[in-house]
């Protein structure tokens, strides 16, 4: 039993600057760090940070960015053998801009993570069980997405879908997930609504449902979590923590959701841990390096 997660890993090149630029202006930056990034490659780490086996399918390029995006997942043990290398393509990278009043501006080249297909499609359907989680996001192709979940049907296995970035030209099938997991902002785009506290996020919740969903998650930030499946929506309150940076708060939440769910936990326990992973990450700065490890979140006071 795996939690496999098919998706985007990226190298996060972030410049610290006291104001973006405009067209045609140069500015100098304070400092400049690099992280390890992308949906699929966080969400890899915060499961296997949450005690779950994990294996990493997606693609880098064959140049230096590669090994620094992948050395966190590395050095925490996750199975890596199925991510292909293009030589075509350099590996993902988000360009990011942070002026000092927290402003942002990003720019991602996908680079290898567009050049995901058959191959790797055809490595999922020799690994995939009854027994595993599937995760994706958004930041693949959608035809590879389409075809990942058909695989996984026949396999029998769990798929977990976190619809970001959202997008308006979602083909509708994707929407037939086992768990779907958008923030309220991508709900919002995704339905045509505003959503802005629990009541909207529950009337979200069950409208994704009925796009096909069995289990619609709509995650508020430090509002909590909204949730709908056959039996009814429910709402789990939000953790109170200092919050520093809540960057990648939301992969953690779907990386420890899919790890206690494959631990055989309920899941209202599954999210009511990712909630407060989710939260306990947003306490230090920066994505990957911040996610935290089961013990800490058990550590946590109720």
Do not use: C
């Amino acid at each position: 039993m795996s939690v496999v997660v098919l998706g985007s890993i990226n190298l996060d090149l972030i410049a610290q600057i006291d104001k973006i630029p405009v067209a045609g202006e140069t500015r100098l930056a304070q400092s400049l760090l690099t992280a390890p990034g992308g949906k699929g490659a966080n969400q890899a780490l915060a499961a296997r940070r949450m005690g779950a086996d994990v294996i990493l399918l997606g693609m880098v390029g064959d140049d230096a960015f590669a090994s620094q995006a992948l050395r966190l997942l590395r050095q925490d043990g996750v199975d890596l053998s199925h991510v292909g290398v293009s030589h075509g393509s350099s590996t993902g990278m988000a360009l990011i801009s942070v002026e000092n009043s927290g402003q942002n501006a990003i720019t991602v080249i996908p680079g290898a993570n567009y050049e995901l297909g058959s191959e790797t499609l055809l490595r999922l359907e020799r690994i995939l069980t009854a027994d595993d989680f599937l995760v994706m996001q958004a930041e693949i192709p959608f035809e590879v997405i389409e075809r990942a979940m058909i695989i996984a049907r026949r396999a029998g296995s769990q798929i977990l879908w976190d619809p970001a970035p959202a997008s308006l030209h979602f083909p509708r099938s994707l929407f037939h997930a086992d768990v779907i997991t958008p923030n309220q902002t991508e709900a919002g785009l995704l339905l045509g609504a505003s959503i802005e506290d629990v009541r909207s996020a529950k009337a979200a919740a069950r409208q994704l449902r009925e796009l096909g969903a069995h289990i619609a998650i709509v995650k508020l930030g430090a509002q909590g979590i909204v949730w709908a499946t056959s039996r009814g929506v429910f709402y789990e309150p939000g953790v109170e923590v200092e919050a520093v940076d809540a960057v990648g708060a939301g992969d953690v939440f779907l990386g420890a959701l899919t790890a206690r769910l494959e631990a055989k936990d309920s899941l209202t326990q599954a999210i009511k841990t990712a909630n407060r992973a989710a939260a306990l990450s947003a306490t230090q700065k920066g994505a990957q390096p911040s996610f935290p490890w089961l013990g800490d979140v058990r550590k946590m006071r109720p």
